[in-house]
Structures are given as structure tokens and as C-alpha cells.
């Protein structure tokens, strides 16, 4: 049984039982030779006995050497079998490096391994090319750590103790970058432990993410700038329907006032004077949300004509003089000119520049409790200066810029305690720059504010101001006894104001509810002396009208009246025909003088 054990040990299991069947075939052999042999007297007859042990001995050794050289073909098939297996692994193994090496060159994040001793050992070639490292650097660790941002220069410590305590370790990171720019990178570090479970090293990847990290804080900012803007506008929504419903309250109020019996005749003029008041005020809050909508959409325009500086000037002082008698205030108005007569006729927008030193001058009155206002203009080489100035509360050094941007008041909330849009000073800073000017304001608080602002100096032609005046003067003396007006509106409240508008001029008025109606008029009655005509109505509009009638008679005289202020609309009604226009509300004296320019009084 041994002798089979080594065999099997030696040959294997399947060849060890074949030889072993041999060798016990041999050894019968031979003891059957042995036996089948007589013998006498102890000697073999025919075949020795020494013979036949011989050849027995010579059968095993027969078949050991068979034995042996079985196991030399056996044992060369092993090393043949193992050295090919040997080789496909080896490949296998080399086609495995190849991959990582490939994967590791090829990746667009930076790759650094690191040994367990934290020794700098591999790093891709992305690496270098997002930190503008040299690969041929010494030490590229060293020189990276140089290129953290002073806030990041603890990353490799906190990394250690993250890769130490939880095998794992994730943060972003500033570093300067090949321009010298700062770039932002987000790392992920892991431990590499052996299948042992020993720690052999760690892995660290860095991800550019500069321009993610751009587009979310420009996002961020967008957001922030937009909650801002929304509540800066839900501010805004929130002034205007206190600042519009208290004068509404007003015109409503007294309005219902005047229908009450037994009134006398001051308290029905008060009750008027409170009506048309804040009707002013509400009429100017209205236009001041339009001109912003204008200003939004850069269609404010300068339109340069020829005016007088003091007439302006006086129209000016004497709307600041009804303000301060409206609020009861102590305050005195000194308005000084250093203006030569000789320079009075300017060509500027003389709509504009009221509405400018309007704004400036009630902001004045407004925070002026008690005390002095200065209106002082001058004429200072090229440029005309006019100068506000008051004793009033004044303004805090840090909101000196902010009370130029759009609805920024110093004074927010519920608790404010003045009223207003906060638009005034928006409106007069743009229109005084595209006059080619610019505004500066000086204040000190409890002291009072003092504005500032030059336009240039265009003097306009030797033109009498004679007929402006004349024609102002006698505005109530005009009569138009023997001529004809045509009004046109869909609004019967509309007609009915201006027919008892026109009744003291002696003019014969004809009304008619829409286009259509106008133009029937106009071709069945050729005395039609002018046409007052609404733009906007149902079934044909004024444009369409106006064109209509220019083709009846082209040299009929027709005023617009429009709600429409902007220029483009004022553009297309120009354009259709209409010889003037009038935006409303119309009052008298504008609708006076423009019918003036088209028909001679009596």
C-alpha cells in the first residue's frame, strides 16, 4: 500500500493505478514462471531457477524503467501546461495595466495616488494640465500646496484625518491656476487597501469646476437681484395705490361734497379747490408712471422749440407758490436770476424742463418744514445752471446716490412720513443727461439739500415773445361767434365737458359718437370750421376717420385727442393728418390756444 501511495503522490491518481496494474502483472508473472517449473531435488528441470529470478528481476526492472519514463512525460506535460497558463496570465495582467494606465491618461479629472506614508507617487496628465504644474517638478506636491488659496492651505491636513477616520474624504477647493487665475476644484479622496484590508496608499480626484461654480453664483446673484427687484416692485405697486387712491379719495369725496343742499357759495369753492388739487396731484402721478414706462423702453425724447426761460421759470414759481399755500407751511420762496434779458430765448424742451424744476421744487417744499427755498438760475459760459436749494431735513451721506434709482425713497414702509414715488429725481437725472447736462446734490442732515444741474446754453432767434403772452392773456376774451366745431368722442361725458368748455367762446358745436358718424357729418355740411377728434373708439378709429375726411377736405383743421403719450403714437397721428394734438386730460386754456392756431376770433 505504500508502494501505491508514492506512486499515486508521484503520477497522479488516474497513471499511478495503470503502472500499479503492471508492476503486480510482472510480479505474477514471475511466480508463475516459478511455480509451473518442476524441481528435483531443489534444482529446476529445463529452466533453472536462477534463470527464472533473473528474468523476474529483469521484468521489474522493466517495468519501473516504464514507470519512470511515464513519469518523466507526465511531469514534462505539467511544466508545459503550467508555463502556458503562466504566460496567459501574465498577458492578462499586462492587457489589465494597459487599461487603468489608458483609463488613467485618458480622464478629463486630474488623478494623484499617493502612497500610505501620503508620499506623492502617480499623478495624470490632467492633473497637471488643470493646475499648470511641471511634470518634471521634484516635488509637484510641494508646488501644489504653494497654489492653494490661503483659506484652503489646512486641505491636505483635513484630508489625512478624513481619509483616516472614515476611509473617505470630499470638499472644494481654491487653487491659482496656469493665468494666475483663481479656479475652483472639487476633490474626492479614498483609501486603497489591500485585499488584506491593510492600508497601501489612497486615491485623489480633482474635477475642475470653475465655470459650474461661475454660472451658480451668477445664478445665485440673478436670484438674489431678482427678489430684490420684487419686492423693490411689490414696494413700488404698494406706494402707487396709496399714492393714487389718496388724491382719488380726495376728487371722490369733495365731488360728493358739492351734491349736498344749502351750500354756500365759499364752502362749494373750497370743495373745488380740493377737487381740482388733487386731481393735479393724481394727473401727476399718472404721468410720472408713464414717463418711467418711457424711460424703461428708451422712447423719452428731447424735442427742442423755441421758449422763454422766465416764462418757464414763472409758470414754475408760481405752481412751487400754490404748493406751500396748499401745506400750510412757513416757508419762503426766493427765486433770483442772473439770466440777461438779451438771453432769454433758449430752444430747449420746455415740457421737460418745467417737469425737471417741478420735481426739484416740490421735493424742496415737501422736505422743507420751515425755513427758505433758493431758485437760482445763471447763465455761466456755454452751460445754464440751475440751483434748489432748502432748509430742509437733508439727506444721510449714504443715500446720496440711491435717491437717483428708480422707486428708492430714504424713507420706507408704512411709517414713512412723506408721500411720493420715488421716481421724481429718476425722471429729472435722465431727461437732464439727454439735454447733454448732468445733475450733482450736496446735503447734510438737519441742515438741509442743495440741487444742482447745467444744461447747455442754446439761443434761439430774435423772435417777438409778444404773441404767446397776448394770446395767454386773452384767453377768456376770445369769441368765435360765427364758426363751427365738430367734437367727436364716444365718451358723452367727454362731449358734455368740452361743449360747456366751448360754450363762452360763442363757437356752434356739432358732437358725434364715432368715426363713421364724423366723416358723414363733414361730407354733408362744408361750414365745418375745425374737428376736436378722439383717436381711440370702436368701428372706425380717429386715424381712419382723419384720413377719411382729409379726403372730403384736405384743408380741414383737426385736433387729436389722445390718451396716447408716447412718441410713436403721437408719430402716427401726426402722420394720418391730424394738424395738432392734445393729450389728456384737456383743459381750457390748452384747448384754447391750439383751436387758436387753426381759426381767427371774431
Not at 517449473?37 to 523476474?56: D, R
Not at 425755513?371 to 440751483?387: A, P, Q, T, V
Not at 443715500?399 to 420715488?422: A, D, M, S, T, Y
Not at 403714437?569 to 386730460?585: S, T, W
Request: a negative charge.
Amino acid at each position: 500500500m505504500n508502494f501505491k501511495k508514492t506512486l499515486h503522490v508521484i503520477l497522479g491518481h488516474a497513471d499511478s493505478k495503470i503502472i500499479y496494474l503492471i508492476f503486480v502483472c510482472l510480479l505474477c508473472f514471475a511466480h508463475t514462471v516459478q511455480a509451473q517449473v518442476p524441481m528435483i531435488n531443489g534444482v529446476t528441470l529445463g529452466i533453472s531457477k536462477t534463470f527464472v529470478i533473473t528474468m523476474s528481476i529483469s521484468l521489474i526492472i522493466i517495468g519501473m524503467l516504464i514507470m519512470y519514463l511515464l513519469f518523466r512525460f507526465k511531469k514534462s506535460n505539467i511544466k508545459s501546461e503550467f508555463a502556458s497558463r503562466n504566460g496567459q496570465i501574465t498577458q492578462e495582467n499586462y492587457e489589465i495595466n494597459d487599461f487603468y494606465r489608458a483609463l488613467m491618461q485618458s480622464a478629463k479629472d486630474g488623478i494623484v495616488y499617493y502612497d500610505k506614508f501620503k508620499n506623492f507617487k502617480y499623478a495624470n496628465p490632467a492633473f497637471f494640465s488643470i493646475t499648470g504644474l511641471n511634470k518634471e517638478s521634484l516635488s509637484p506636491i510641494d508646488d501644489f500646496k504653494e497654489k492653494l488659496h490661503p483659506k484652503d492651505d489646512d486641505f491636505f491636513v483635513k484630508r489625512n484625518e478624513g481619509l483616516q477616520k472614515d476611509g473617505i474624504y470630499e470638499c472644494d477647493i481654491t487653487i491659482k491656476g496656469c493665468n494666475d487665475d483663481y479656479i475652483k476644484l472639487s476633490t474626492r479622496s479614498v483609501a486603497v487597501n489591500a485585499e488584506s484590508g491593510e492600508e497601501i496608499g489612497s486615491l485623489t480626484v480633482y474635477s475642475d469646476i470653475t465655470s459650474i461654480s461661475r454660472k451658480m453664483e451668477a445664478m445665485l446673484k440673478t436670484n438674489i437681484e431678482s427678489e430684490a427687484e420684487n419686492k423693490l416692485k411689490a414696494g413700488f405697486l404698494a406706494v402707487i395705490s396709496h399714492e393714487i387712491r389718496t388724491p382719488l379719495n380726495g376728487v371722490v369725496g369733495f365731488a360728493n361734497l358739492l351734491l349736498e343742499e344749502n351750500l354756500s357759495k365759499e364752502d362749494k369753492q373750497e370743495y373745488v379747490e380740493h377737487i381740482n388739487y388733487n386731481s393735479e396731484k393724481l394727473l401727476q402721478i399718472i404721468s410720472d408712471i408713464i414717463d418711467l414706462s418711457r424711460l424703461s423702453s428708451s422712447q423719452m425724447e428731447i424735442i427742442y422749440e423755441e421758449a422763454s426761460l422766465s416764462e418757464i421759470v414763472n409758470f414754475v414759481e408760481d405752481d412751487a407758490k400754490t404748493i406751500i399755500k396748499r401745506v400750510d407751511k412757513p416757508i419762503i420762496l426766493n427765486v433770483r436770476s442772473n439770466f440777461g434779458a438779451a438771453n432769454d430765448l433758449i430752444l430747449t424742451d420746455k415740457v421737460w424742463l418745467r417737469r425737471v424744476l417741478n420735481h426739484l421744487l416740490d421735493n424742496a417744499i415737501k422736505f422743507t418744514l420751515s425755513g427758505s427755498i433758493d431758485f437760482i438760475y445763471s447763465l455761466e459760459k456755454d452751460m445754464i445752471r440751475f440751483k434748489v436749494k432748502d432748509t430742509g431735513i437733508g439727506i444721510n451721506k449714504e443715500n446720496l446716490e440711491r435717491i437717483f434709482e428708480e422707486f428708492k425713497q430714504e424713507f420706507v414702509g408704512h411709517h414713512r412720513p412723506f408721500e411720493g414715488l420715488g421716481v421724481g429725481l429718476t425722471l429729472a437725472k435722465e431727461v437732464i443727461g439727454k439735454m447733454g447736462g448732468k445733475i450733482t446734490v450736496k446735503s447734510e442732515k438737519e441742515i438741509g439739500s442743495e440741487f444742482t444741474f447745467y444744461i447747455p446754453y442754446r439761443p434761439a432767434g430774435e423772435k417777438s415773445r409778444s404773441t404767446m403772452s397776448v394770446v395767454k392773456n386773452d384767453l377768456k376774451a376770445i369769441r368765435w361767434d360765427n364758426k363751427k366745431c365738430l367734437v367727436v368722442d364716444d365718451s358723452k361725458d367727454i362731449l358734455l365737458y368740452l361743449k360747456r368748455v366751448l360754450v363762452d367762446t360763442g363757437i356752434t358745436v356739432i358732437t358725434a359718437l364715432s368715426g363713421i358718424e364724423a366723416v358723414k357729418f363733414v361730407k354733408a355740411d362744408p361750414t365745418i370750421d375745425i374737428v376736436l377728434l378722439d383717436i381711440q373708439m370702436p368701428e372706425m378709429n380717429g386715424i381712419e376717420a382723419t384720413k377719411e375726411m382729409k379726403k372730403l377736405r384736405n384743408n380741414l383743421p383737426i385736433i387729436a385727442q389722445t390718451a396716447f403719450a408716447f412718441d410713436d403714437d403721437i408719430d402716427l397721428i401726426l402722420d394720418a393728418g391730424c394738424d395738432a394734438y392734445l393729450i389728456k386730460p384737456i383743459r381750457r386754456d390748452h384747448l384754447i390756444m391750439a383751436m387758436s392756431g387753426f381759426i381767427k376770433p371774431n
